[in-house]
């Protein structure tokens, strides 16, 4: 199983930014996607998470300016980033509880970069 995640770059504060991820692979249930960023210096924190019934969670700093989404039929999960703040600056990385047919397993993209910047 892959991750792949695409969409990252630079922004200026206040704007949006869209970002993908595609789970391929031997998938047979997708229990539930995250969005997890990194900013240098700091612990990742997980920003935003859907469930397989299509329930979200956010980290409260987001709230109302992300979207977490899915489209169940192509294994991709999508963050809509709109109001951009600096300390969105972070690597920003995808995650997903998958069961490839043996067992549960979580597993992690490689990271896209998002810079907000003046």
């Known amino acids: 199983v892959q991750l792949v995640e695409s969409g990252g770059g630079l922004v200026q504060p206040g704007g949006s930014l869209r970002l993908s991820c595609v789970a391929s692979g031997s998938i047979f249930a997708i229990n539930f996607m995250s969005w997890y960023r990194q900013a240098p210096g700091n612990q990742r924190e997980v920003v935003a998470r859907i469930i397989s019934d299509g329930s979200t969670h956010y980290v409260d700093s987001v709230k109302g300016r992300f979207t977490i989404s899915r489209d169940s039929a192509k294994n991709t999960v999508f963050l809509q980033m709109n109001s951009l703040k600096p300390e969105d600056t972070a690597v920003y990385y995808c995650?997903?509880?998958?069961?490839?047919?043996?067992?549960?397993?979580?597993?992690w993209g490689q990271g896209t970069q998002v810079t907000v910047f003046s």
């Open positions: 995650t997903a509880a998958i069961h490839d047919g043996l067992a549960l397993r979580d597993y």
